[in-house]
């Protein structure tokens, strides 16, 4: 079986994660922590890293190797990653920054016919767009020459890419996978509040009110404290997450607040009310401390292995089984047990 070629646009903390674990499991199949092994008929160690673009001079120009550790990610080298003999090449930038970012970053740009060469050449087979949240036209302009180049595209971001019916249509008049959009970590706050819904739901306990507050470090949480998305996050997280009952309750999840110390960690506080038996009160309080980059790992090597299986399989445009499983925003509403069990099914079985 050959190899899946793939592109990573974005060298934040969730690819330097994603990039580790990679080299990690090939040199450590058997090690704790990857969730499914086998994903479409493909081990991690048959992925092959062929491209990377970014916007910021200190990882332009870089070996791949040496970017992911470059600042400003803070998710911290896990594994020594060799030499790749993949060079960050400069990417685009279609959206003005918002304030918080323009400070952090150091902005080396490229133009759209580079970017378009950059992946010509290096023939992907599977684009994975990593770029900053609320980048909406970067983000759709990423898709439009992933697709001009051949490359089935991952977006990772909130940005309507996946669900946007036009694009949806340009993949599949191309034979190529589009899939997302606004990844859901492996155990986040979002998947972790569906979970407790859906736990409680199976238990008969009828949900009356919830919210979420999250405190990172970070350069996505830096992004987020722009009101103007932060207020658009906390409505994809909080859509998604009602999604899980049938009728809707009062719920807010969000991030609250940057701490710098934290680095790459995230810190969930989450307060959940319930009607019981004569309608008693059920409240349950939880707290959780994680690490997003690392949290992200194992979704993204499931979703890129499964969408190159499902072009391979003769399919095109938006998938379900991927969508529903991997991210936040998409088309098509399922739980999360069905959801997992659905992709599990189509990806996941011996063949």
């Not at 986040?188 to 739901?201: D, E, Q, V």
Request: hydrophobic content about 40%; proline content about 3%.
């Amino acid at each position: 079986m050959s190899r899946i070629r793939v592109a990573f646009i974005g060298i934040g903390n969730s690819v330097s994660a994603t990039i580790q674990g990679i080299h990690y499991y090939s040199s450590n199949p058997d090690s704790d922590g990857l969730w499914h092994p086998v994903v479409g008929g493909f081990k991690v160690d048959d992925l092959e890293i062929v491209a990377a673009l970014d916007i910021d001079s200190r990882k332009v120009g870089k070996d791949l190797s040496e970017a992911i550790y470059s600042e400003p990610n803070t998710v911290g080298r896990r594994f020594d990653v060799p030499k790749m003999g993949v060079i960050v090449e400069r990417g685009i930038l279609k959206d003005e920054l918002n304030p918080h970012m323009a400070s952090v970053l150091k902005l080396e740009l490229g133009r759209d016919d580079d970017a378009l060469d950059t992946l010509r050449e290096s023939r992907p087979d599977v684009v994975v767009n990593a770029i900053s949240s609320g980048l909406d036209k970067t983000s759709s302009a990423y898709a439009s020459i992933s697709g001009e180049a051949g490359a089935s595209f991952i977006n990772l971001t909130p940005s309507p890419v996946a669900t946007d019916p036009e694009m949806e249509r340009k993949f599949a008049e191309r034979g190529l996978i589009l899939a997302g959009d606004d990844l859901m970590s492996q155990m986040g706050g979002t998947i972790f509040h569906k979970g407790l819904a859906s736990f409680l739901r199976l238990r008969g306990v009828k949900p009356r009110k919830s919210y979420q507050l999250d405190v990172g470090g970070g350069l996505e949480t830096i992004n987020t404290m722009y009101e103007e998305l932060r207020m658009y996050k906390r409505k994809v997280k909080s859509s998604a997450i009602a999604a899980e009952f049938e009728e809707g309750w009062e719920i807010i999840a969000g991030t609250s607040d940057y701490v710098d110390f934290l680095g790459n960690d995230r810190v969930i506080h989450l307060h959940f009310i319930g009607t019981g038996f004569m309608g008693s009160e059920i409240m349950i309080e939880a707290h959780m401390r994680v690490n997003d980059g690392m949290n992200a790992g194992n979704i993204i090597l499931d979703v890129i292995r499964a969408a190159h299986r499902a072009r391979l399989d003769g399919m095109s445009g938006y998938v379900d089984e991927i969508c529903n499983y991997g991210f936040k925003r998409t088309r098509k509403w399922k739980s999360v047990l069905e959801a997992t069990l659905a992709f599990e099914s189509a990806y996941c079985r011996s063949k």
